[in-house]
């Protein structure tokens, strides 16, 4: 049994990293268990075949359906968590997906807070993170209070010609803020960062801005290699002590404050795995991931020469644009993609996977997931029983077609579509979501759980819902909002 730190927190992703960087600043003893280690550069982290192809840099885990069909994961354990391994994309969400929206698979419940509430800490994390963006570009863009760092990742000419093309075509592509160094990412090897491991510290990511800021300060530790098996409570109904396995021994840490930041899926195993948190009956409950699908816009006589690609997203169809008015969702430019991770996804063989990708432009269409309570993680034995059940997929279907018209009418001959799977959750949320009810909800406003009050749950799984854009920035900044309460209203008391 260690003594010693008055914060324990569980993963070092964007939440948890997000919340060492805070809370660092409080000069209290905070001990971080990620169970990772850290990414370190090697010839795989920007080869292909060997990230798409071989999954090299995926766990060696399996979860299954409830069906029993065992699958293995892209969930990253990393130092930095999946972030190691993100587009980079650092997006707000809109002021609207804070309240009740009506769409084509049903209503969303809203937000317990505002946007307001939460744009002071947007305007931070987008400061921490450094983010590369123009605010003035997309009509669909919320208030901000200042202005994004630095300007946005620059178009490669291939792909301001598409941007130009798009524009003529009627829609209005806008700069996508963006967590990267471009410059520091080429320099290691001219690839897309897309869906690679940043072994180089050119992406803004949990690890090289979460836990890099936290580490500045004496009081912050970092264990890796730990991995947090229990949270036990105490007859207090606090939570007493973390225990956690690491090389091959079981220890146990107590301290004042515990941040759970273990991801969507891992933090709802945890809670349900220590029953703990769950009187709502609600932990593991309304996961969400996004509908999404590969678009991809094809002229056989144009070649698309870009290395990154990413740059810019399409919203028009983001609010609304589906029957009845209802939002259909977000456009963004994927990762380029080559013949390898073409052939890699299956289906295409190699020397026409070749050609597609080389006259292919990339395209990313992403829709609104509702919460249900049925689509949920649980725990079978020591086995994680992954039931997620898409919704509104009818308006990804819907935005899909919308993206294929306007692709044919910015003069792509061809447009091709797949759905991403069921295995690829990097944009899991909600299984501890945030409410005022406890009775409905997992955690308070600034993500205390409701049945411990030394206990919050930081990271994907409070969202209460997933918006139609990449998460990331809205885990950032409810963090930033999280250790500020703990500083002000907990340690203070
Ligand atoms: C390929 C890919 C591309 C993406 N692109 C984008 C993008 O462009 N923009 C965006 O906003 N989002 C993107 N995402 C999603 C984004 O990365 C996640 O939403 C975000 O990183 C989630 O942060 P988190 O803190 O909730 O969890 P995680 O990043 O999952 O962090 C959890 C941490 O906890 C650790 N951990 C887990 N269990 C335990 C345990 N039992 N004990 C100790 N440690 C534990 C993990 O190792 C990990 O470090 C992408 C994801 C992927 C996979």
Not at 19 to 45: F, K, N, T, W, Y
Not at 86 to 107: C, N, Q, S
Not at 327 to 337: A, C, E, F, S, T
Not at 431 to 446: K, L, N
Request: aromatic share 8%; hydrophobic share 40%.
């Amino acid at each position: 049994m260690t003594t010693g730190p008055d914060i324990v927190i569980i993963g070092s992703g964007i939440g948890g990293g997000t919340m060492a960087a805070a809370l660092a600043a409080s000069g209290r003893r905070i001990l971080i268990l990620e169970r990772g280690e850290r990414l370190v550069d090697c010839p795989e982290a920007r080869d292909d075949a060997a990230i798409f192809g071989r999954g090299h840099f995926r766990p060696k885990e399996e979860w299954v359906t409830p069906e029993g069909e065992a699958f293995n994961p892209g969930n990253y354990y990393y130092v930095g968590g999946n972030s190691k391994l993100y587009g980079a994309v650092l997006i707000r969400y809109r002021a609207e997906d804070f309240r009740p929206i009506r769409h084509l698979g049903g209503t969303t419940p809203g937000w317990p807070i505002a946007y307001d509430d939460l744009e002071p800490w947007y305007q931070r994390a987008e400061e921490l993170y450094g983010v590369r963006g123009d605010a003035g570009q997309d009509p669909t863009e919320p208030r901000h209070s200042g202005s994004y760092p630095f300007a946005p990742v620059p178009d490669e000419p291939a792909i301001a010609a598409v941007r130009a093309r798009l524009k003529a075509a009627g829609v209005t592509p806008s700069a996508l803020p963006l967590g990267v160094d471009i410059e520091a990412w080429l320099k290691r090897a001219a690839t897309p960062w897309d869906a690679f491991p940043d072994t180089t510290g050119a992406k803004r990511d949990g690890e090289t801005v979460g836990v890099a800021t936290a580490l500045e300060h004496p009081n912050v530790t970092l264990e890796t290699g730990a991995l947090v098996t229990r949270l036990i409570e105490g007859p207090d109904g606090r939570i007493a002590a973390v225990e956690y396995a690491k090389e091959g021994a079981t220890r146990r840490v107590s301290a004042g404050t515990v941040v759970l930041s273990a991801g969507a899926v891992n933090s709802a195993v945890l809670l349900l795995r220590s029953r703990v948190a769950n009187r709502s009956d609600q932990v593991g409950r309304n996961f969400m991931n996004h509908n999404s699908s590969a678009v991809l816009a094809v002229h056989p006589f144009r070649r698309n020469d870009a290395v990154y690609q990413k740059t810019f997203l399409v919203n028009d169809f983001y609010l609304t644009g589906g029957k009845d008015g209802t939002p259909l969702g977000n456009i963004q430019l994927l990762g380029k993609i080559s013949g390898r991770i073409l052939a890699a996804a299956g289906g295409v063989p190699r020397p026409a996977a070749n050609w597609l990708a080389a006259h292919a432009v990339d395209l990313y269409a992403m829709s609104e997931d509702l919460p249900d309570p049925a689509s949920r993680v649980t725990l079978q034995g020591e086995r994680i029983v992954f039931d997620w059940r898409r919704s509104n997929w009818e308006a990804h279907e819907a935005l899909v077609a919308k993206l294929k018209a306007v692709l044919r009418r910015a003069g792509f001959p061809l447009a091709l579509s797949r759905p991403f799977d069921r295995r690829t959750p990097s944009h899991q949320c909600g299984t501890a979501r945030m409410g005022t009810d406890p009775a409905t909800s997992v955690v308070d406003v600034f993500c205390r759980a409701h049945d411990h009050p030394n206990l919050f749950v930081v990271d994907a799984s409070f969202l209460p819902t997933s918006a139609a854009v990449n998460p990331a920035l809205t885990i950032a900044a409810q963090a930033l909002r999280t250790a500020d309460h703990i500083m002000r209203k907990v340690l203070a008391a």
